[in-house]
């Protein structure tokens, strides 16, 4: 698929991966939608696309909010009249194991909380699937073609401390096999769908973390480093350009070498 004039919509577009990708599609003449719950973070990144003569629209947006994606897919239907790519990065995650027993008295002392599980399944899983359901939708009623990505990770495989987190991106990870074959199967044309999923990337959800925490991670990647934004960037816009890319997820980590799960 051609980039020059497509539309593409963006959740997380104010931060990380999401911001990236939306800066090196307006490069490449797409027009993009920005959603995302920090609005400062948002107005700067539409600042910086149209400083470079990009075109871009901020709509902020919690993303486990239907009305705000519907707005959110309204505001693009109304402005640009189509949506061709759509990447829904707004991710979060909420660290802790699911139990942890005292050493001296052996009886649990804390566990994840209702809220550290929910939170994480309501941004990362229910508001994928708001993303996708009401952008397609808009694509299917406007015959509007294109690519639904899904924002996965290399911790889809299981990750100690992260029942939240990998539940949710273990499941994203399937929806490129669920949704183009739903799509096939219901004559469906010109919508694919295609799952990222990142190693460990150079923005600020990770760069957050302790640095002796971030050091550990970075002895497990292969490649001796974290991945760069732009690594994942230029996926996306290989799978967007490469039209025999579909129903799959791609994995772009530098070769992760896998600890303290049971196999
Ligand atoms: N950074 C990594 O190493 C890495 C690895 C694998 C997968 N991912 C995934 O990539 C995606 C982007 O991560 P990132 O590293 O760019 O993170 P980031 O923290 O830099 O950006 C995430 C953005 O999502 C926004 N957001 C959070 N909750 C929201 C909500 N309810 N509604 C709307 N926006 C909301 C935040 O405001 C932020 O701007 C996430 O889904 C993450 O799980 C990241």
Redesign the pocket.
């Known amino acids: 698929m051609n980039l020059k004039n497509k539309v593409a919509v963006i959740?997380?577009g104010?931060?990380?991966?999401?911001a990236g990708v939306a800066v090196e599609l307006a490069k490449l003449g797409v027009k993009v939608v920005l959603?995302?719950?920090?609005e400062e973070?948002l107005n700067a990144k539409v600042t910086e696309i149209r400083k470079n003569g990009g075109e871009a629209i901020a709509v902020k947006?919690?993303?486990?909010q239907e009305a705000d994606v519907i707005k959110l897919m309204d505001t693009a239907m109304e402005t640009y009249g189509a949506i061709n790519i759509v990447v829904p990065?707004?991710?979060?995650?909420r660290d802790a194991f699911m139990v942890n027993p005292d050493r001296e008295t052996g009886k649990v002392f804390k566990s994840m909380s209702t809220s550290q599980f929910m939170d994480v399944i309501n941004?990362?899983l229910l508001?994928t699937f708001l993303t996708i359901r009401e952008a397609s939708i808009r694509m299917i009623d406007n015959k509007c073609e294109g690519v639904l990505f899904t924002?996965?990770?290399?911790?889809k495989e299981g990750q100690l401390g992260q029942l939240n987190y990998s539940s949710t991106?273990a499941s994203v990870a399937l929806w490129p096999k669920i949704l183009s074959g739903e799509f096939h199967a219901k004559n469906i044309k010109g919508i694919r769908v295609v799952g990222i999923?990142?190693?460990?990337?150079e923005?600020?959800?990770?760069l957050g973390m302790k640095p002796e925490v971030l050091e550990s991670i970075v002895k497990d990647v292969t490649i001796g480093r974290l991945v760069k934004i732009d690594e994942i960037v230029s996926a996306l816009i290989f799978a967007i350009q490469n039209e025999a890319v579909t129903g799959t997820t791609l994995e772009i980590t530098g070769g992760v070498i896998s600890r303290g799960l049971v196999k």
Request: proline share 5%; glycine share 20%.
């Open positions: 959740t997380g104010a931060s990380g991966i999401g959603g995302d719950m920090n973070g947006t919690n993303v486990s990065s707004a991710g979060i995650f941004v990362n508001g924002i996965s990770s290399i911790n991106k999923a990142p190693g460990y990337v923005t600020p959800l990770l």
